[in-house]
Every structure is written in structure tokens, then in C-alpha cells.
């Protein structure tokens, strides 16, 4: 119990290694290992976590279509390939919603940015390779809003800024690959003591360099001045 309230407590100081900590001691990616073969995070900022994860490929989806015939036989035929797109996106989608869930109920974040890579054929070398398909923002105050018993993953996730329009080459049948988000794509309100400090030292070197100018003036018009102030 101790040991947990000092991990509390650094994560409320705002340490980062307690955030990574955190997340590898409760494991609450655990039960998501089905996902894909790798996940890491990285803590930009007390308010931002970063997490970049390769998704398994398309064999998570179902090839094959089966069903009953009038005769009660079963039926098997390749599954539609705009169907099989569908699913597959809402798949991936999905998983993207249940990391940036799990992230919100374990740390004290208000956003998470989530890059998902997969294998991919580039084209250029002929070789496949992971590459980045989709990268999106989630703030926490957005997905508070959603009624996850009635949304479809797919229309929520590209509702959000993103990278990645989820529609399957025509000449390789994979995701086109993009180019991630980063830090410059999150919106972030200033913090309100760096504010307040740079509003000080404008209004002190203001100060100096009008108080430079009226020691330039003439003494006819430094008096003019001071009599107009006066008044």
C-alpha cells in the first residue's frame, strides 16, 4: 500500500518516470496484447502521453463468410473485400478508443496522441515493412462525450484531428501510409505562471525603454510633458 501511495504521490508531482512506471506495473494493456505486437509510450508533458503501437495485420479479420443455406448446410465464400475494409477499419479504430480509455482512467492526462502502424508493402523497395497508417489526437474532455454503446469506432476516431483516411489502396490493398502527428498539432494552453512572467518582463523592459526615450528629450519638453500630466 505504501509503495502505491508513493507512486500516487510522484505522479501527482508530475514525474514522468512515475507515469511509465504506472503503466507497466498495472498492465492495463494487458489484456489488449491481442492487438498487436508492440506498444510504446512516451510522456511529452504532464497533460500529454504519446503512444505509438503496431497493430497486427489483416488476419485478425476473418477471410471467409459463413453461412446457413435453406438446406442447413454451411455455406463458406471468400468474404466481400469492401466488407472485409469495414470491419477492419472499425477494428483498428476501435482499438484505438480502448488505449486512449485505458490511458485517461489510469493517469491524470488531458490528451493522448495515438499513432497505429501495420504491415505494409512499400512499393519504392518491393519490400513490406511497419508504417504508419493512422495518427490521431484525443483529448480527454472530447471522449467524455461519446456514447460508446452507439457509436461507430470508424466515424469517431476521423471526427478528431488525424492523420490517415483509412481507405485501402486499390494497388496494394493496404492502408496508404502517412505521416504521423506530433507535438505541434496538439492545441496546448499556455501555462498561466509562464504567462503571467511574460507579461511582467514586456511591462519592465516597456517601462525601460520609455523611461530611455524621456531622458532623450529636451528639458522644454520633458517640462511640457510633466505639466501635461499634471493636469
Given amino acids: 500500500m505504501e509503495k502505491l501511495s508513493r507512486l500516487a504521490r510522484r505522479i501527482l508531482d508530475g514525474e514522468h518516470a512515475a507515469y511509465l512506471q504506472a503503466i ?13 505486437s508492440s506498444m510504446n509510450f512516451i510522456v511529452h508533458n504532464t497533460r500529454i502521453l504519446e503512444c505509438v503501437f503496431s497493430i497486427n495485420g489483416r488476419q485478425a479479420i476473418p477471410s471467409e463468410v459463413k453461412s446457413l443455406t435453406a438446406s442447413g448446410k454451411v455455406s463458406v465464400k471468400p468474404m466481400p473485400k469492401q466488407r472485409f475494409i469495414e470491419i477492419y477499419q472499425d477494428y483498428v479504430c476501435g482499438c484505438v478508443l480502448r488505449v486512449a480509455r485505458e490511458a485517461f482512467a489510469l493517469l491524470p492526462l488531458d490528451t493522448i496522441l ?27 474532455a472530447t471522449l467524455n462525450t461519446f456514447n460508446f454503446e452507439q457509436l461507430d469506432p470508424s466515424d ?30 496538439i492545441a496546448q494552453e499556455p501555462d498561466q505562471d509562464t504567462d503571467i512572467n511574460s507579461i511582467l518582463v514586456s511591462a519592465q523592459r516597456l517601462r525601460a525603454e520609455l ?7 529636451s528639458p522644454e519638453l520633458q517640462t511640457a510633458l510633466q505639466e501635461n500630466g499634471d493636469k
Fill in 24 to 36: 507497466q506495473e498495472f498492465i492495463p494493456f494487458a489484456d489488449l496484447s491481442g492487438i498487436g
Fill in 114 to 140: 495515438i499513432t497505429v502502424l501495420t504491415d505494409a508493402l512499400d512499393t519504392s523497395t518491393g519490400q513490406a515493412g511497419k508504417q504508419p497508417f493512422l495518427s490521431v489526437v484525443i483529448p480527454r
Fill in 156 to 185: 469517431t476516431v476521423l471526427s478528431m484531428i488525424h492523420h490517415g483516411d483509412l481507405k485501402a489502396s486499390r494497388k496494394t490493398g493496404d492502408f496508404d501510409s502517412i505521416i504521423p502527428l506530433n507535438m505541434s498539432d
Fill in 211 to 217: 523611461s530611455k526615450q524621456c531622458a532623450a528629450l
